[in-house]
Nanobody, 118 residues
């Protein structure tokens, strides 16, 4: 499975970005992020059908994960961005249940940098 993430960039605090990840196959999908010196953490995950989602507490109400299976694409809409959202964001795919643990995901994209300036 090849995961191709795009949409990162530099944005001012309070701004928005939308990340996209192209992925073929029937997988549960997630977005993780990793800031310098910090552990990789789950940002959001979504089940294959799109009905089940899971968010980190720090992004609830600001970020929305969605998917378009006809286009084999998963999205992460990020609004009201904060400097602490700055990190490399990774798209991931899991053949099993949604989990917050990185080891629960089978495939990883290359990562896209998101930088939020204050």
């Amino acid at each position: 499975v090849q995961l191709q993430a795009s949409g990162g960039g530099l944005v001012q605090a309070g701004g928005s970005l939308r990340l996209s990840c192209a992925a073929s196959g029937r997988y549960n999908m997630g977005w993780f992020r990793q800031a310098p010196g910090k552990e990789r953490e789950l940002v959001a995950a979504i089940g294959w059908s799109g009905t089940g989602t899971n968010y980190a507490d720090s992004v609830k109400g600001r970020f929305t994960i969605s998917r378009d299976n006809a286009k084999n694409t998963v999205y992460l809409q990020m609004n009201s961005l904060k400097p602490e959202d700055t990190a490399v964001y990774y798209c991931t795919a899991s053949r099993t249940a949604i989990t917050r643990v990185p080891s629960g995901y089978d495939y990883w994209g290359q990562g896209t940098q998101v930088t939020v300036s204050s």
